[in-house]
């Protein structure tokens, strides 16, 4: 689930919070919305109370949470349950090193937070330090276990980034210049009109597919890529 927050752009100046995530057709659906003053550490609250009261399984079962570094957001989450992993945006992250140390740091970045190991991690972290120390100490004041793949401890299901968010703000762009309410039963009214379309296409597909078209795709592309790999036996044990 992604969590962030955007601005109204009518004449009532107001922050629209949201919850989004991705079906199982790899289709954005927006979980959440509310439209408040301003975004502090209260109104986060409220808005994932009442979510984790719309979805019980927030409560009981694992979620992984990305969002940008917004402090008020992280103070919030201590309500939800202790099967909730919070991490950062990795491509928030990512801008801030290139803005500071260049686009060399940036890419080198990248390999710290795909690394799939802690010796990978390491090896990565040491590498960004040759080409910028700055921008290595700048990394390694963050936890890594709220970016690097190699130390998250809850599942993020290949999603190292909460850029959805951008797709959503150009989807609803236009709701957002309404006023509240009228911005609030426009935004209604679209998702559900997107959730009956794509319950009609899910419909419209034979029985005998088990997968959606997103997850056929996927594993025909994975089966292929399979076919050339090679297999050594590593030991007799």
């Known amino acids: ?53 719309a979805i019980g399984s927030m409560v009981t079962d694992p979620l992984t949470i990305l969002s940008d570094r917004e402090k008020a957001l992280i103070n919030a989450t201590d309500s939800l349950s202790p099967n909730a992993y919070w991490g950062f945006c990795c491509q928030h992250i990512a801008d801030s090193v290139r803005s500071r140390f260049g686009i060399v740091a940036q890419d080198l970045f990248w390999k710290v937070a795909k690394a799939r190991s802690s010796v990978a991690y ?11 120390s700055r921008a290595a100490d700048y990394v390694g004041t963050i936890t890594p276990e709220l970016f690097a793949t190699s130390h998250f401890p ?10 959805i968010v951008e797709l959503m703000n150009t989807l609803y762009v236009e709701e957002h210049q309404l006023p509240p309410v009228d911005m609030m039963c426009a935004i209604w009214h679209k998702e559900m009109n997107r959730r009956y379309n794509t319950l009609q296409s899910a419909r419209s597909r034979s029985e005998q597919h088990a997968l959606t078209p997103w997850g056929s795709e996927l594993l025909v592309k994975s089966t292929r890529l399979a076919g050339g790999f090679q297999i050594d036996v590593s030991s007799n044990t």
């Open 154 to 163: 809850g599942p993020r299901f290949g999603s190292l980034t909460s850029n």
């Open 1 to 53: 689930m992604v969590c962030d927050r955007t601005f109204t752009t009518s004449k009532f100046r107001q922050t629209l919070l949201f919850a989004l995530s991705l079906d199982g057709n790899n289709q954005i659906i927006l979980l959440a919305w509310a439209l408040v003053q301003s975004e502090n550490k209260q109104n986060w609250r409220f808005f994932l109370g009442h979510l984790s009261n």
């Open 122 to 132: 390491d090896d990565a972290l040491a590498e960004l330090r040759e080409a910028s």
